[in-house]
């Protein structure tokens, strides 16, 4: 058996007391993770969140309010990953907690509108003052980072909330009794997505863009639902017969991405961290047939250089898509 934390769990987390609350990842820097709960402060047990930049060999420990309650959600700002969103209740209302300097600081926002325990926050990867929400009470959604809020349904409550990061208009929640919804329009209308889905309880979604949609139910289960969507029977489509690869790879601070199309068609090129989060984009544009290439000098879409690790490469015609992994050192 082995005995380096590759094939066993290693408890990394120790003087914290939590229910299952949130963790994120720094996208920018791989060593940097968040995870939320509570802690005992002054006799109470209080809304927390704990930062590692070491990969968990220490902790900071934040607690964040003196009111009695708990933490269940976090999510960073992806063009500045030192603004972070925790979410959760104190003194039985919903709470939501910010920082904008990586947690020297913290301020509780008023989140007017806001109702229910908060458990799942989603922050839009590109505008990044949008802001989901899911609760005890339904999804909601603000436009203001954080200030205000508009209910955007209920479902009997909600427990998880993913924006795909490829299509930032669709929406998915995981419900508290009614499984899955789903909107392509940012909330304004759902649609019940739970076609083969048994358990009614959803609280955890994952997605690995264009092809997977990932549910962790109450029931102890995880589902997988394809996203892929094919050419209706009858009609043609144009097959680029694209190819895509990366030199070189592993890659020391960058790399160039070369592909060829037979055909002329749209094509997004991306790179995505293990978690599923957009990192860049490099390429998103209507390209002609022939051979093309892209570097990626191994920073976001903000311009920060992100940590060394393994990045998936994702490459969308109007037929195909290809995914492949590129490992990044410095």
């Not at 420990?61 to 992806?78: C, I």
């Amino acid at each position: 058996m082995s005995t380096d934390g590759g094939s066993v769990w290693t408890e990394i987390d120790t003087d914290y007391y939590g229910d299952g609350g949130g963790m994120a990842s720094n996208p920018t820097d791989s060593d940097t993770y968040w995870t939320v709960g509570r802690a005992l402060n002054a006799g109470s047990y209080v809304m927390a969140a704990s930062k590692t930049t070491n990969s968990g060999s220490s902790w900071n420990r934040y607690p964040l309010a003196t009111g009695t309650g708990m933490a269940y959600s976090v999510d960073l700002d992806p063009a500045n990953p030192d603004i972070v969103y925790v979410g959760g209740y104190e003194n039985s209302s919903a709470a939501i907690y910010k920082t904008e300097n990586g947690g020297t600081s913290w301020s509780k926002l008023s989140a007017s509108g806001l109702s229910g325990y908060v458990y799942d926050i989603a922050v839009d990867p590109v505008e990044t003052n949008i802001i989901y929400a899911a609760t005890s009470q339904g999804v909601y959604r603000s436009s203001d980072t954080g200030a205000s809020w508009s209910e955007k349904g209920s479902f009997g409550g909600c427990e998880a909330v993913l924006i795909d990061p490829e299509a930032r208009e669709t929406i998915y929640v995981g419900t508290s009794n009614a499984g899955c919804y789903k909107s392509d329009d940012s909330g304004d209308t759902w649609e019940e997505f739970n076609d083969g889905l048994s358990e009614s309880t959803v609280q955890v979604l994952a997605i690995d863009p264009g092809d997977y949609l990932f549910a962790g139910t109450d029931g102890g289960a995880v589902y997988r639902y394809g996203l892929g969507v094919g050419v209706e029977s009858g009609q043609t489509a144009p097959v680029p017969e694209s190819s895509l690869c990366a030199a070189p790879n592993p890659a020391v601070g960058s790399t160039t991405l070369r592909y060829s199309l037979s055909a002329a068609t749209p094509l997004t090129l991306t790179i995505y961290d293990l978690s599923g989060r957009l990192v860049a984009t490099l390429v998103d544009s209507h390209l002609e047939a022939g051979e093309h290439s892209v570097v990626w000098n191994g920073t976001n879409d903000a311009g920060f250089d992100v940590g060394p690790g393994i990045y998936l490469t994702r490459l969308q015609t109007s037929s195909e898509v290809i995914t492949g992994k590129l490992v990044l050192t410095r």
